[in-house]
Each structure stands twice: as C-alpha cells, then as structure tokens.
C-alpha cells in the first residue's frame, strides 16, 4: 500500500481550505488575504512534495 507523505497532506488541506474560505462574490485581495495565502502555500507544498524523489522501499 502507498502512503502519502505528511507534506502532501498539508497542501492539500491549504488547497481546501483556501478555496473554502474564498468570497467568491469579491476576489479582493484585501477581504480574501487569508485564503490567497493558503491557496498560495498549499499549492507550492504540493509542487515541491510531487517533485520530491521517493525513497525506494526495495534494498539492493
């Protein structure tokens, strides 16, 4: 079985929460600072966690 990695769990719930948290009646930057943030956080976690090499559970 596969498991996901702590750092792609933190970005997907940025991700989540970012877009929970949006007002999509006003995309200001100033009203949705907090949301932006995490959005902004989470999806870098996440590039950085998928471009990570995975350690290989077979020995040599």
């Not at 995309?27 to 989470?42: M, P, S, T």
Request: net charge positive; aromatic share 16%; glycine share 6%.
């Amino acid at each position: 079985m596969k498991k996901i990695g702590i750092l792609k769990v933190l970005g997907i719930v940025l991700i989540t929460f970012g877009i929970v948290y949006l007002d999509f009646d006003n995309l200001n930057f100033d009203l949705n600072y907090k949301a932006y943030a995490a959005l902004i956080i989470g999806l870098i976690i996440s590039v950085f966690s998928y471009l990570k090499p995975q350690k290989s559970e077979t020995e040599y």
